[in-house]
């Protein structure tokens, strides 16, 4: 028979061993992300009308109708939402399928962690009710945070690859072409370092093919992204076609700009990784030490007291 020192030393393991290989996991998962949504988009690419077939049933899906109903008649007064979500890189008609799913885990949330386990007789009728009302919440509150992240996130990818876009686009200008060419040559190239940035440019690009100049397509790029710097970089491009003014030193300088406000921000997140890691230490590194060392002499006490 295996003691109950031995039984703990096994369940041990097995818990670091399938936390490990979770962690591994999710690891590998990760550094493939890229490689899988390059081949489910060439798989896309490869059948047209399974995807047009799929954007007709997303389209006609029923959380927008959900939405449509949550809105009502003030579905005109979501300006500032929608700009979020636009800014967080959804298109127009992004509004309904949000509040839709805001609806959904309002009602499903408090189901799950509320309405079940009353009905299970787990917990009772005041506690099942302080509980849906904090899970109703959540459903409410949870997608604004996400919409937050996300915002960061795709402001964060758009000034990192900004410095990029300007030194190419310096380039073509020093080499004799327009701005209007110049981000149309630069547009292929950034689509394998930068694909966000890549896709903001193809956009430019197909502004300025439809009309508009340079200086506004980087406009409604700067509105897009919300941006304080794409909206002083696009004011220089539209002053520059006004008045004539060469582009070059002034990319030039922004393009400087971007760059040293980069590495400033890497060096202010490198100085706060010092703190950072004193959360995780005190958690998780602190609390294995006392078991290892702690353990055995808990075991020996608990021994020697129980005969």
């Known amino acids: 028979m295996l003691e109950d020192s031995e039984i703990l030393s096994l369940l041990a393991f097995m818990l670091v061993f399938a936390l490990t290989s979770a962690g591994g996991y999710g690891l590998y998962r990760w550094r493939q992300r890229d490689q899988r949504r390059g081949v489910a988009r060439l798989r896309d690419l490869s059948r047209p009308e399974k995807k047009n077939a799929e954007q007709e049933k ?37 509004l309904q399928p949000f509040m839709g799913i805001k609806l959904v885990l309002m009602i499903v949330l408090p189901a799950l962690v509320a309405a079940l386990p009353y009905v299970a007789g787990i917990v009772s009728l005041h506690v099942a009710l302080l509980v849906s009302v904090l899970a109703s919440a959540a459903g409410l509150f949870a997608p604004n945070l996400w919409l937050r992240w996300r915002i960061e996130q795709r402001q964060r990818a758009l000034r990192r690859g900004m410095p990029d876009v300007l030194d190419m686009l310096v380039l073509c200008l020093e080499g004799g072409t327009s701005l209007a060419a110049a981000i149309q040559r630069i547009t292929v190239e950034l689509q394998a370092v930068h694909p966000l940035m890549g896709a903001e440019m193809h956009i430019i690009e197909r502004s300025i093919q439809l009309g508009l100049s340079a200086g506004e397509a980087m406009a409604d790029l700067a509105e897009r992204s919300g941006l304080q710097e794409l909206r002083d970089l696009a004011a ?45 230490t005190l958690l998780c590194i602190f609390p294995a030490i006392f078991v290892v060392l702690l353990g055995p002499a808990m075991l020996q006490i608990a021994t020697m007291f129980s005969q």
């Open 58 to 94: 997303t389209s006609a899906a029923w959380i927008p109708q959900l939405g449509t109903l949550m809105l009502g008649s003030g579905a005109d007064g979501h300006a500032d939402l929608r700009t979020h979500l636009q800014r967080a890189g959804f298109g127009r008609d992004s």
């Open 236 to 280: 220089v491009i539209v002053q520059s076609e006004k008045f004539g003014a060469s582009l070059v030193k002034t990319l030039q300088s922004h393009a400087d700009w971007f760059r040293m406000e980069r590495q400033q921000r890497a060096e202010e997140r490198a100085q706060e990784a010092s703190v950072k890691i004193l959360f995780p």
